[in-house]
């Protein structure tokens, strides 16, 4: 996973709750991002990071919130976690710079399960 | 908006057979194209990409895919399966630029082996 760390891997939490996940990499990529997995749906982009405390949101980004405040984490929280936000979570990170445009790696997910 | 479609959500194939795995693109300027695979439990992996150059990409594991623009197409196919391929496989997309490092993905394609 070139150094890509997911945690935790698996919650069950209640609605109404806060969440937040949390990607590790140790690579020293620039961008990061967060996608959600869900059935029928592939893989839809959540929020994104282009550097340090600059992140972007992507298409379905209603409801969570993204911080990184050093190169090597960003965070994904869930305000108020709704039955909705049920699905697998993937960090994913660009890079190696030698594989070239737009590679994305992937970390191993965070099921969450929102009761 | 860049997008792409796979044709058929499952696809099964007997072992030693051709696989083949449809993608077709939407995008308004040439785009870069990827096939990832994702094993049970496991995050994405890079099977191939088309960026530039040659329009017949080899990968890993003997797949390989071809970019033909005038279909808007970027099929994968492996001349004969093995159980180990057994996974679902996404195409994405994105757009030539590096300032833009979103990728967007179709919506998956289950492959089943029979025995």
């Known amino acids: 996973d070139a150094g890509i760390t997911q945690s935790p891997r698996h919650k069950v939490t209640e609605t109404g709750t806060p969440v937040t996940l949390r990607c590790h990499q140790t690579e020293n990529h620039r961008y990061m991002y967060w996608y959600r997995q869900d059935p029928g749906h592939g893989l839809r982009l959540i929020h994104y990071?282009?550097?340090?405390?600059?992140?972007d949101k992507g298409e379905v980004s209603d409801g969570y919130s993204v911080s990184r405040s050093k190169t090597e984490d960003f965070l994904l929280t869930l305000e108020s976690a709704t039955s909705s936000q049920t699905s697998v979570y993937f960090c994913?990170?660009?890079?190696?710079?030698?594989?070239?445009?737009?590679?994305?790696?992937f970390g191993a997910g965070s099921r969450l399960t929102v009761l | 908006a860049q997008s792409v479609t796979q044709l058929g959500s499952h696809v099964s194939v007997s072992e030693g057979a051709l696989v083949l795995l449809r993608c077709n693109y939407s995008s308004s300027v040439p785009p870069y194209l990827f096939w990832y695979v994702q094993y049970p439990n496991q995050g994405l992996q890079l099977l191939l990409k088309?960026?530039?150059?040659?329009?017949l990409v080899k990968g890993i594991n003997g797949f390989e895919a071809e970019f033909k623009k005038s279909e808007t197409s970027f099929h994968l196919t492996k001349p004969s399966a093995h159980m180990s391929d057994a996974a679902e496989y996404f195409c994405?997309?994105?757009?030539?630029?590096?300032?833009?490092?979103?990728?967007?993905f179709g919506t998956g394609t289950r492959l089943t082996i029979i025995p």
């Open positions: 994913a990170a660009r890079g190696p710079v030698s594989s070239g445009a737009n590679v994305l790696t």
């Open positions: 994405a997309v994105s757009d030539r630029n590096f300032g833009n490092e979103k990728l967007t």
């Open positions: 990071s282009y550097g340090v405390k600059d992140t």
């Open positions: 088309y960026t530039t150059g040659a329009t």
